[in-house]
């Protein structure tokens, strides 16, 4: 059986999806931009401040749904332009220690809203 997640301490969904859906102890989150849920919008203008808002972004979805960074197993880094993945990787690594997920990550073309990244997380409760 699914459980859909859903807080107002991240971005409301842009279209018809649910910010996470968990599954037999696996929560699948949607890819997060960094808007800011309080006014509804992009409001950092540079990669680090958009990365850190997705990351606040993902931990307000991984509470609602109780479970931490800790449980992370995965993530899917999207990039508007690869040569911020430097700075994206400083960010990332403030948020996980050790015990590091998988990754991946890519450069597209574009994100929604005029983004610079987007996140897709995966996390298990063991």
């Known amino acids: 059986m699914k459980r859909?997640?859903?807080t107002p301490n991240?971005?409301?969904?842009?279209?018809?999806?649910?910010?996470a859906v968990?599954?037999?102890g696996t929560l699948y989150i949607s890819g997060q931009l960094p808007i800011n849920p309080a006014g509804g919008k992009i409001e950092e203008t540079d990669i680090v401040g958009q990365t850190h808002q997705v990351f606040k972004n993902i931990s307000a979805i991984l509470e609602a749904a109780g479970y931490?960074?800790?449980d992370v197993v995965?993530?899917?880094?999207y990039l508007s332009?690869?040569?911020s993945f430097a700075k994206m990787n400083e960010v990332?690594?403030?948020?996980?220690?050790?015990d590091f997920p998988t990754r991946a990550a890519f450069a597209v073309k574009e994100l929604p809203l005029g983004s610079l990244i987007e996140i897709e997380t995966v996390a298990v409760k063991d």
């Not at 991240?10 to 910010?19: D, E, H, K, L, V």
């Not at 995965?74 to 880094?77: G, I, Y």
């Open 4 to 6: 859909i997640i859903s």
């Open 10 to 19: 991240a971005p409301a969904a842009i279209g018809p999806y649910s910010q």
């Open 22 to 24: 968990e599954v037999k």
């Open 68 to 70: 931490n960074l800790k």
């Open 74 to 77: 995965s993530n899917r880094v």
């Open 81 to 83: 332009d690869i040569n």
């Open 92 to 98: 990332y690594k403030q948020y996980f220690t050790s």
